[in-house]
C-alpha cells in the first residue's frame, strides 16, 4: 500500500504553495471585517509556515519526497539574499545618527551572546533540553533562530544548511523563534504607544526623530517610481547573475579547502552552501556601493522579499509543529535568549539616552528582520517604515556572518 503523498507533481505543489501564498498576502491586506482582528493576534508570517505544513500533516503534499525546498534554498535564497542587501545605503544609515547604529548593534550583540547564554544558564537546571547528537543536536537548531533573529529567513536557512539541521529539531525550532519573537514584538507595539512618556522619563531627545519623519518622507516620494518590464528583468538578471557566480566560486572554494585544510570542516568552511551564501550576501553588498542600488526605487527588495516567502512556504511543508511538545524545555532557551537581548538594549538605551523608537526598531530589525522591522517603525509614524526596512536589510547583511559567529559559539558551550 501507497503512504506516499495524494499530489507528487512538483508543479502542482508549487501551484498550491503560491495559492497559500497569494490567499495569505491578500486576507492580510484587507482593512475591514474578521481577518484584521485575526492578524493582530496571528502573525501572517505564522500563518505561511503554518498552511503549508497543515497540507503536509494531511499527507496531501510531502517536504521530504518534493525538490521545492531544494530549489527554493539554492536559487531563490541567495537570489533574495543579493536583492536585500542591494539595497542598504550606508550613508543613510550612518544620517540616522549614532544613537540609531548602538542600539541596532547592541541588538545584535544580544542575540550573538544571549544564545550561548542561554544554553549555559539551561544546562544547569536540565542538560538534557540543550542536549542530543549528530543533525538533532539542540545547538544546531538553535543556529537557525540565531539567524532568524539576527538576519531573516534567508539567514535562517542558510544556517540550517551550514550547520547541517536535521528537519525534526528544525520544525521546533520554527515554532520558537515564530512565537518567542512576536511575545517580544507585542512588548514593543505597547512601547511604541507610550513612546513619549518612555523618552520623558529616559531623558531623551526625540527632536531628531521628527527631522528624520520629514527627511525619509521627502526621499521616498522623490525616488519610488512604477517598475516597468525592463526594470524588472534587470532585478531578475542582478539577482540571479550573482547566484551564477556564487555558485560557481562555491563549487571551487569548498572542495579545495577540503582537500587542502579538512580540519576547517568543524567550522563548515568545506561547504559548499557556506560559500554560497556568503558570495551571494558579500556580492549584493558590494554592488550597493555601485549605481544598481537605484533597482531598490522599482522593487528590488519586494522581488527578494517574494523569493524569500516562496523559501518560507517550502519549509512549512516539512515542519512538524507538534515537535515543540517533545522539548517544551526549549521554550525556556528562547525566552532566556530573548530576555537577555531586551535586558542589554534597555541598559544600553538607558546609559545613552536613546528614544524608544531607536530601541524598538533596533531590536526588530535583528529579531523580526523586514517582515516587521517596518510594521513597528510605522507604529511611531507611517512615513517611518523605510527606517526599519533600511536597518533590517543591515540586520541581512550582517545576518549570515554574526549568526554564523554565534553558531560556534553554541557548539563550543552546549553539552
Known sequence: MDNGPLIHNDATVFGILMAILGFVFWSSSRVSGFWPRFYRIVPSLLVCYFLPSLFGTAGIISGEESNLYFVASRYLLPTSLVLLTLSIDFKAILRLGPKALIMF?????GILIGGPLAIIIVSWVSP??????????????LTTVAGSWIGGGANQTAMKEVFEVGDQVFSAMITVDVIVANIWMAFILIAAGKSEQID??????????????NRVAAEQAKSARIPNLTDLMSILAV????????????????????????GLAEYSLTSKFFWLVVIATTGGLLLSFTRLRSLESVGASRIGSACLYVLVATIGMKMNLLAIFENPGLFAVGLIWIAIHAGLLILVAKLIRAPVFFLAVGSQANVGGAASAPIVASAFHPSLAPVGVLLAVLGYALGTYAAYGC????????P
Do not use: C
Open 105 to 109: 548593534l547592541t541588538g545584535t550583540v
Open 128 to 141: 538534557e533540553t540543550v542536549g542530543g547528537h549528530g543533525v538533532d543536536a539542540v545547538w544546531r537548531g
Open 200 to 213: 520623558r522619563w529616559n531623558k531623551a531627545d526625540s527632536t531628531a526623530i521628527d527631522q528624520l519623519k
Open 239 to 262: 539577482g540571479f547573475l550573482v547566484t551564477g557566480v556564487a555558485h560557481a566560486g562555491a563549487d571551487q572554494i569548498g572542495p579545495w579547502i577540503a582537500d587542502n585544510a579538512p
Open 407 to 414: 553558531g560556534l559559539l553554541m557548539k563550543a558551550v552546549a
